[in-house]
């Protein structure tokens, strides 16, 4: 009976010790995308590389994580090969991931993003990137339509959507309101994802302030930016923004 009870503590202190290392690695790799590193970043994929083949579907939505950010910064910087390779990872850690957990909302959302940004590279696979990219995020709100990551990620889709195929930027800027205006209220309580870590808030507001700056209002883009700054004070694109 003792050696049963010891067994159990060690498990259980396993499984404490891999989440405190997923979140880490996620916290990390969102301070990375923030600040723009991506040295860190890439650190941080070497890192998880061995979680790209994980049972866990924490551990392959964090490897997802870092590999999105990956390619929005690579995509940012005009590196497209860069970008190709890391939105391909993140799709087929989050592949297994949905095998795991299927009815994982964050999980189909951050799939639709980075078919997304893939889709945004054109090319060959832009058609097919985009329909993944659509079907992710109605699997997303279908499962959980209230999470704010998913509303942000949704905005994203339709923001950045040609108008041909339902692109609507004055709709995806409202989908980005709503989802700063839902993480603000939920604050601390924000549900994390899968990561352990609750992204998002900062950036819902970010491109709230792009929204706004690109209507002309200056005095509501200031707002959202320092909004978004006072979430995530090392946000050098909300800095920029600010003109600091």
Not at 53 to 60: C, D, R
Not at 93 to 101: E, G, I, N, V
Not at 218 to 237: I, K, S, V
């Amino acid at each position: 009976m003792i050696r049963i009870g010891l067994i159990a503590l060690s498990l259980l202190a396993a499984n404490f010790a891999s989440a405190q290392d997923i979140t880490s690695v996620a916290t990390k790799a969102q301070s990375a995308y923030l600040t723009g590193n991506t040295a860190e970043l890439a650190r941080l994929a070497t890192t998880t590389s061995a979680w790209s083949k994980s049972q866990n579907p924490k551990e392959l939505y964090t490897h997802a994580y870092v590999q999105f950010r990956i390619l929005q910064l690579s995509i940012y910087t005009k590196r497209e090969s860069d970008a190709e390779r890391a939105g391909d990872a993140c799709n087929e850690a989050l592949d297994l991931a949905l095998k795991r957990d299927p009815k994982s909302a964050e999980a189909h959302a951050l799939q639709s993003a980075c078919y997304g940004y893939l889709a945004n590279l054109g090319g060959m696979g832009a058609i097919r990137n985009g329909s993944r990219s659509g079907k992710s995020i109605e699997a997303a709100l279908a499962l959980d339509a209230r999470n704010p990551r998913v509303m942000l990620i949704d905005g994203f889709g339709v923001y950045f959507r040609p108008k041909f195929v339902g692109g609507d930027k004055g709709k995806g800027c409202a989908r980005f309101k709503e989802a700063a205006s839902s993480f603000d209220a939920a604050g601390s309580s924000a549900a994390p994802s899968p990561a352990g870590v609750s992204w998002g808030a900062a950036e819902s507001h970010y491109w709230s302030g792009r929204c706004a700056r690109d209507a002309g209002d200056a005095a509501g883009a200031r707002r959202e930016f320092e909004r978004a700054l006072a979430l995530a004070p090392d946000f050098a694109a909300a800095a920029k923004a600010l003109g600091r």
